[in-house]
């Protein structure tokens, strides 16, 4: 979904919505991403997560109490350039009536007392991303950013960098063939 500038500034919001990558955006901290919207207004800007870039750590090489030993090993991901010291815990399920349930800024005693239950998805994230009032909007009429509602199969796909090509191969046949674009097209 592009951003249509006839839309109400105050009716639009991607809250609950992914934000992937265009394969023009190969800038490093936001190559082949998949975000996760957890605020958007225009007003306020917006804010999110990486969900598929996960680093070569866990939860139990920075929390060592017993209270996490169910998040020890829980992969983390990197979030986003922004707040790269802070730790945070979010959780995904899925409603019939609602779609997509995701809660941010989660306590890491309640991440631990959800990992493992049936139908949740907990994700640990080192950073987040956001944007200013306006940013996001301009961005995604630059077609820096392919919006997606999600689906219930994203809480049993791979959230590791995988999970870019797998989304835009489920859009059409169009973003099909953008996830098999090469890296770097000028090599081949």
């Not at 090993?73 to 922004?82: A, F, M, N």
């Not at 199969?153 to 090509?165: E, F, P, R, S, V």
């Amino acid at each position: 979904m592009a951003y249509d500038s006839a839309i109400s500034e105050q009716s639009f919001s991607l809250r609950g919505q992914l934000l992937i990558a265009s394969p023009s955006l190969a800038d490093g901290t936001f190559d082949h991403s998949v975000i996760i919207l957890s605020k958007h207004t225009a007003t306020d800007g917006a804010v999110g997560a990486i969900i598929n870039h996960r680093t070569d750590s866990t939860v139990g090489e920075l929390l060592c109490g017993p209270q996490f030993k169910a998040l020890r090993k829980l992969p983390i991901h990197h979030g986003g350039p922004l707040a790269k010291d802070e730790l945070t815990f979010c959780s995904f399920s899925w409603s019939e009536t609602d779609g997509l349930r995701y809660r941010t800024g989660i306590s890491a005693e309640a991440a631990a007392k959800l990992v493992g239950m049936p139908g949740q998805v907990v994700r640990a994230c080192i950073g987040h991303s956001a944007w200013s009032p306006g940013q996001l909007e301009n961005e995604l009429t630059q077609n820096t950013w392919i919006t997606l509602k999600p689906s219930s199969n994203l809480l049993y796909q791979a959230h590791d960098i995988t999970l870019w090509a797998t989304l835009l191969k489920e859009i059409s046949p169009y973003h099909h063939l953008l996830s098999q674009a090469p890296q770097n097209p000028f090599l081949n």
